[in-house]
């Protein structure tokens, strides 16, 4: 099985250890470098995990907090679910075929005249 890349963003506890408690203690010193983010940009930069993240403000960061990139962000590795195969689409696969559903598949409609059977 193949190991899922992924990581831990540590942003608020490097913060912490620099004795920077307010997410808005960020914006002056960004500010400084050029960078300018709304308080609300800052806190989710802070208490979020960044999916994208410029390198421009990850190089003020580890300026900013005098810290590495290894301090910010730890990479870990999950054990990813095995793929499941590609089911045909609904009504696509044979009458029989009732995997995943159980005794569940409803049955069929008969459709009769108007006049009866």
Known sequence: MAAKL???WHLRKVMAN???FSTT???????????????SQVYR??????ERLSLK????LLDILDCTMDDL???IAT???AKKPKRAAAGGGSALDTEGL???RPKPARIRGVDGP
């Not at 930069?45 to 960044?50: F, K, S």
């Open 6 to 8: 992924d990581y831990h």
């Open 18 to 20: 620099r004795r920077m």
């Open 25 to 39: 203690d960020l914006i002056p010193p960004l500010a400084e470098r050029g960078i300018t983010l709304s308080s």
């Open 45 to 50: 930069l802070v208490v979020e995990r960044p």
């Open 57 to 60: 403000i990850l190089m003020a």
């Open 73 to 75: 962000i730890e990479p």
């Open 79 to 81: 054990v990813g679910a």
């Open 102 to 104: 159980g005794g569940l």
